[in-house]
């Protein structure tokens, strides 16, 4: 496993360090956008830290999760790590100064070879200083998948995370401890693996099912309620809207609404931002905001309320300009 993590692509992550170091200066905001030039960053995940007002982006490139001001200036923000990965979703736990990190081996599950499954790690970073204090690896726990791909993170009250494996249909736990387990098996009946996810206050997570086409279409698609006392109670919440296309990211905002970004069905990049609504404690919801955005793949809030969307080039990996963008119903 160690010497087919080393395999990443090191040249890749090493050429975006640097540019990272050189290049900030060359970023600029336009009202509601923050344009981020000259780094082949390829962000997937984005957390807002209200400690300094900044974001925080991910980087399917093995680059260092990057720290993104409101005027536009970014630096790298992470280090201490043995080897580079691929990084999707993004957690703050503002409680215990954490920052969690769902890490993958990006070059494996990308080089269409059935031998190399990949590997799913967590890592724990310090808020503050961005220094690894934890690293985890998750795929140890099912060695009979298929592929490993750590996609997005939620913690609960009591600081449990919770990792969703998109390729390899499950859900991980890892205690405040570090030591992790097999939570959650993809029981929905619904074709695909669990993305996105997030952790509601009446103690149980909402995760998001999807399976996408050659296309970059969602294929198939669900939302699902997993207890955490019981997660082998767990129901699918009944969506009936059109406009519902299943969510890559999602939030649960503090009036416990959902927000995410979902496809339409039409195209890979036709994204949209929706607003679901339940009546029923997630037996069941309704979408009650919608609205076009450009090429997405999750959402972030500030402690007001406002959306703001990591936008993805998905024809182009190695693109050196990413925006982060405003939304607003």
Do not use: C
Request: no cysteine; hydrophobic share 35%.
């Amino acid at each position: 496993m160690k010497k087919q993590l080393i395999q990443i692509s090191l040249i890749t992550a090493l050429s975006v360090v640097t540019s990272l170091a050189k290049d900030n200066t060359q970023t600029i905001k336009h009202s509601n956008t923050i344009t981020i030039e000259g780094i082949a960053l390829n962000p997937e995940g984005i957390e807002y830290d209200s400690n300094d007002q900044t974001f925080l982006l991910s980087s399917l490139n093995a680059a260092p999760i990057t720290k993104v001001s409101m005027d536009g200036t970014y630096k790298p923000f992470t280090s201490g790590e043995k080897f580079p990965l691929s990084t999707a979703g993004l957690q703050i736990d503002p409680k215990r100064n954490r920052l969690l990190v769902a890490g993958f081996n990006g070059t494996e599950i990308m080089d269409k070879d059935p031998k190399t499954k990949g590997a799913s790690f967590l890592r724990v970073y310090n808020l503050k200083t961005g220094v690894l204090e934890k690293e985890i690896n998750l795929s140890s726990l099912a060695p009979e998948a298929n592929a490993y791909f750590a996609n997005d993170i939620a913690v609960d009250s009591a600081g449990n995370a919770y990792i969703t494996d998109w390729y390899a249909g499950l859900i991980y736990k890892v205690d405040l401890e570090g030591k992790p387990s097999i939570f959650w098996k993809n029981s929905s009946g619904i074709a695909g693996g669990p993305n996105g996810i997030d952790f509601h206050q009446d103690d149980y997570l909402l995760v998001s099912i999807i399976k996408v086409n050659d296309k970059g279409i969602y294929e198939k698609h669900g939302l699902v309620k997993v207890p955490l006392a019981n997660p082998n109670a767990s129901s699918n919440v009944a969506i009936t809207d059109v406009a519902f296309g299943g969510f890559d990211g999602m939030v649960i905002t503090p009036k416990g609404k959902v927000i995410g970004v979902t496809n339409n069905r039409k195209t890979g990049g036709g994204n949209t931002l929706i607003e679901l609504t339940s009546k029923d404690n997630w037996k069941s919801a309704q979408v009650t905001q919608v609205k076009a955005i450009t090429p997405s793949t999750t959402v972030a809030l500030t402690p007001e309320g406002e959306s703001y969307v990591i936008n993805q080039d998905f024809s182009d990996n190695f693109k050196k300009k990413w925006t982060v963008e405003h939304i607003v119903f």
